[in-house]
């Protein structure tokens, strides 16, 4: 191919909407099991955050957690660690680490990965290559936790 095709090429697949997000396989974490880097680019938003914790099918945060900000909410687990004030014990890099795989800081958990679409024995078919939650998502999440303090 020639120099001047490879750099239309590279310019194409840079501009598709998908390009800011990291992919499960890509994404570095340091030695604190932290992960700097966003996984989209685009910031968090809380509020949705706050309804991806809650909702059932997707991070479903509230059957091992409790969260004093969901007192509304009538199920709270307690199989994790509450997460009141957890914004002061973690940065920010370290709760989208901990989301992204919570393995890396706690290898024998049974908190879910939430972006790893890997490494699982026998996922079921439907879930195949697929991740619990978005990237997006993620990232929304770490904004509302980042709210508990
Ligand atoms: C199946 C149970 C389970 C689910 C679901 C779960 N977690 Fe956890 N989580 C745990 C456990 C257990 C720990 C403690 C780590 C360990 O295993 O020693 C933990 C630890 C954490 C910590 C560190 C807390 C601290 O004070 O050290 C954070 C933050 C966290 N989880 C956030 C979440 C969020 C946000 C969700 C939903 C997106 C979630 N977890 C879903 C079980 C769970």
Not at 102 to 109: A, E, G
Request: one cysteine or more; proline letters at 4%.
């Amino acid at each position: 191919m020639k120099r001047t095709s490879v750099m239309l090429a590279v310019m194409v697949f840079a501009s598709s909407a998908y390009a800011a997000e990291i992919s499960p396989s890509d994404v570095v974490f340091n030695e604190d099991a932290a992960v700097a880097e966003s996984l989209t680019g685009t910031p968090g938003d809380a509020a949705n955050g706050r309804k991806v914790f809650m909702n059932r099918k997707k991070g479903n945060c509230l059957a091992c957690h409790q969260n004093a900000d969901m007192a509304d909410q009538q199920f709270h687990g307690e199989v994790g660690p509450s997460l009141d004030g957890v914004a002061e014990r973690y940065s920010e890099a370290e709760l989208r680490g901990l989301l992204t795989n919570s393995k890396k800081r706690f290898p024998d958990t049974i908190m879910p990965a939430f972006y790893r679409a890997d490494g699982f024995t026998r996922p079921l078919k439907k879930f195949a290559g697929k991740t619990i939650l978005s990237a997006q998502e993620v990232e929304d999440v770490v904004a509302y936790l980042l709210t508990l303090k």
